[in-house]
């Protein structure tokens, strides 16, 4: 028998997994009690698993909050896996808090033989029916706090009639799991007064005809439902963006584009590197034509990448060879007719992963592919020869190429999106042809200095455009991964950054409080005039999404992807937006411990404000006392000395600049006339401000100009623009170097800048 509950707000969790139940078909079948859990709850019914979608995998990455790469199962084997580096979230629990009651109940026996080590209560059950009524009974004579449920007859009428809506018996595997739901229900409702449970429904993956395991929509498209009298009913979909097209290049069977200069696109051994590109395919072509390549696609084993067709398609593919090994991985089809994006990365050390309108597909490792260097063009629409007798059949537009194996995120959230200045990894950008000129034989590359592009064969002609690519923002929708930080959530207890998890809660944060806050940054700031310069608005290279997220900062609370109105760019005067901030409340007992970001903008008298331009932050969280520390991308973090009390319709006012404050740490900002400004100078995010060694700030600046001559500039939003001009300038006047030097001290080169936060 579990003993008596540790939650003093006596909040409880109940998660029922239905294993391989299809969102649609969920809807289609008369399930009422989930229908009305989903109904009175936040749900999704657009959420997101990884592939390979095998139960291993899904529930795995369900039950450990971070996704393949780390906990290391992708098959029903368990072979490979890591979860003494990334174990159960219930054994995270555990292990935080000793006397918690843990319950796990389950039909499918692997999930309490491999996944789970430290419950309360490990029970193992040959049928559903058999998992109901021992739930049923520890619910009704025992005292438990989380509970886990699976369910598994769904998934077996999948595999022998089909994953569909349209399958009778598929359909009514999952009316039966609905009554048994209600057995659970009615168990609940009989509990203690003052309870407050959580209900979360959700499966691992879903399935089509064929079955699972595969990388399509339907395998991967999961739900998940979270019910309590604590929330207000919402739907959260998924994040699409939708590009409209400009004029782009359709090579119609007839000609290609080749790279003036190919060798800086030669990898060698151990160079990292990424390709995107975005493509239209006609309902059918013949052969393997190909969209990207610098290799002679004559044998896939030749040295050289290529992303193609398959043969006659209808899906696309990847190959990467060394001479004498090679690798080569299946996307998903592309034969309707519409544009697509498509990207690779390679992790020379690691894997090889592809990507399709910014959802991950599949990966494999590429350790064993050496030297990939081919002497050869690098050409679009053609292979490296020029002389692949399968003509591309398509258009084509948009080729990027970066010396860096770009992370999932990123790629997924940049898959819609012209990159600019804000992509994290802009630096690492090599070439890209948008190929979006409209007239003529030529095409720029937009990185610069770079080789252009020009158009080889008589016949490609220029598409006017204006048609649609959609598609998933993986770094904003719901995914698999976000339960366990959402139960977390629902407890009411801290999240232990250690813990890692990739996901992130879907319960908001209830509040909302506010805080009237003000701080100046060293760069911008004049001490004459008491403003800071609004450089970057002025001139236009300010983004209109918050650059943090992408930059590697932890956002917490549903903190991160915050859009600002481009209207709010208007304002003028005092008021005028100078840049984003990230406003960090953190515990007011380990205030290592971020509780909620929120990426706000900061104006010229150091205001900052949300993303309206004009209110306070707001912060979906309970009223209390927080730390409140405000975080710059290329400024050192400041913080309260002292944990500040939010009380409702009462908004404290926190000024950073007033010398009279109380910082957290010491000269925790630099002192300008009277007034406090954040240090500059923290370009590489390793919480110092350093001048020369290993990894140090200055070197940064002298990269991004190119390296070599030291009066060269380059403009745009830059990290290691430290003033905030829009220029980043290593010497001369109202350059950014300087200021590195300035702020560990100006005598002594070696010494470094610490950030003042624990």
């Known amino acids: 028998m579990l003993c008596v509950s540790v939650l003093s707000a006596q909040r409880k969790v109940l998660i029922i997994g239905i294993d391989g ?17 989903r109904n009175t709850g936040i749900y999704t019914l657009e959420g997101i698993t990884h592939p390979p979608t095998w139960s291993g995998t899904g529930w795995s990455s369900m039950l450990t909050g971070v996704w393949e790469q780390k906990h290391g199962v992708v098959d029903n084997t368990f072979a490979g896996a890591h979860f003494d580096l990334w174990p159960h979230f219930m054994d995270r629990l555990k292990a935080a808090y000793p006397t918690m009651q843990i319950a796990s109940i389950v039909h499918w026996g692997p999930i309490n033989d491999e996944i789970l080590a430290n419950a309360d209560l490990e029970q193992t059950y040959a049928t559903d029916a058999e998992v109901t009524t021992a739930a049923v009974d520890l619910l009704t004579n025992g005292d438990p706090d989380v509970v886990f449920l699976q369910y598994d007859d769904v998934d077996h009428q999948g595999h022998l009639h089909g994953f569909d809506p349209s399958v009778p018996e598929y359909i009514t595997a999952i009316e039966t799991v609905d009554a048994q739901v209600g057995a659970l229900m009615g168990a609940l409702a009989s509990r203690p007064v003052g309870e407050e449970w959580l209900v979360a429904v959700t499966t691992d993956h879903g399935g089509n005809l064929a079955g699972h395991g595969g990388i399509t929509p339907e395998e991967q498209r999961i739900f998940t ?124 050390d690691g894997k090889v992963r592809i990507f399709q309108d910014g959802i991950y597909l599949r990966e494999t490792n590429m350790a064993a592919i050496g030297n990939i260097n081919t002497g050869l063009q690098l050409d679009i629409g053609q292979d ?95 995914t698999q991964v976000d339960l366990p930080p959402s139960i977390v959530k629902h407890l009411d207890l801290p999240l232990n950054p250690g813990w890692d998890w990739d996901g992130r809660s879907l319960i908001p944060i209830q509040g909302p409080i506010s805080v009237h806050l003000r701080t100046l940054l060293q760069g911008p700031y004049d001490s004459g005039s008491q403003l800071m310069s609004d450089a970057l608005r002025y001139f236009g290279w300010l983004p209109l999404t918050e650059p943090y997220s992408g930059l590697g900062f932890s956002q917490a609370g549903g903190g991160g992807g915050e859009d600002l109105p481009p209207i709010v760019l208007d304002q003028l005067g005092n ?58 991308r290329n400024h050192l973090g400041a913080m309260t000395a002292e944990a500040v009390p939010f009380l409702e319709n009462t908004p404290p006012t926190i000024d950073l600049s007033d010398p ?31 001048y020369t060694g290993f990894g140090n700030d200055r070197d940064r600046i002298l990269q991004i100009i190119g390296g070599s001559i030291p009066t ?10 430290l003033n905030l001009d829009r220029q980043v300038k290593y010497a001369g006047f109202q350059n950014d170097r300087d200021l590195i030097l300035q702020n560990i001290g100006g005598a002594v080169p070696t010494a470094v800048r610490p950030e003042q936060l624990p």
């Open 712 to 721: 060269a500039t380059a403009t745009g939003y830059y990290v290691e623009d």
């Open 384 to 478: 490296g020869t020029g002389t692949y007798p399968t003509a591309f059949p398509g258009s084509i537009a948009d080729v990027r190429i970066w010396n860096a194996a770009l992370p999932i995120k990123t790629v997924s959230a940049w898959s819609g999106k012209i990159v600019d200045t804000s992509h994290p990894y802009w630096s690492s950008l090599i070439g890209e042809w948008r190929m979006d000129e409209g007239i003529g034989t030529t095409m720029a590359n937009t990185v610069s200095g770079a080789s252009g592009l020009v158009l080889l064969g008589i016949g490609p002609t220029w598409d006017a455009g204006m048609e649609e690519l959609v598609t998933t923002d993986l770094s904003r929708t719901p």
């Open 21 to 37: 139940c299809r969102p649609d078909a969920l809807v289609a079948a008369n399930a009422p009690v989930i229908d009305s859990l």
């Open 225 to 348: 439902i979270l019910s309590s009298s604590l929330l207000h009913p919402k739907e959260l979909k998924a994040v699409m963006d939708t590009a409209t097209m400009g004029p782009t290049l359709a090579m119609n069977n007839t000609g290609y584009a080749r790279v003036d200069n190919p060798m800086g696109y030669q990898f060698g051994i151990t160079q990292d590197f990424t390709i995107e590109c975005r493509v239209k395919m006609p309902m059918t072509w013949a052969g393997d034509p190909v969209m990207v390549a610098n290799k002679n696609w004559a044998n896939g084993s030749n040295a050289g990448f290529v992303i193609s067709t398959t043969m006659s398609g209808p899906e696309w593919k990847f190959n990467v060879g060394d001479g004498a090994d090679r690798v080569d991985l299946t996307g998903s089809p592309i034969n309707d007719g519409q544009w697509h994006h498509l990207a690779v990365t390679c992790d020379r």
């Open 575 to 632: 008021d005028a937006i100078v840049d984003w901030v990230l406003v960090e409340l953190r515990d007011p007992i380990d205030p290592v411990q971020i509780i909620a970001t929120r990426d706000c903008l900061i104006q010229r008298d150091g205001d900052v404000v949300d993303i309206d331009g004009v209110s306070d932050p707001v912060f979906d969280v309970a009223q209390g006392s927080y730390y409140v520390a405000v975080r710059h």
């Open 660 to 690: 009279g404050l109380p910082l957290y740490g010491t000269q925790a900002m630099v002192t300008i006339a009277g007034r406090r400004a954040q240090w500059a100078g923290e370009i590489k995010p390793d919480g110092q401000v350093k």
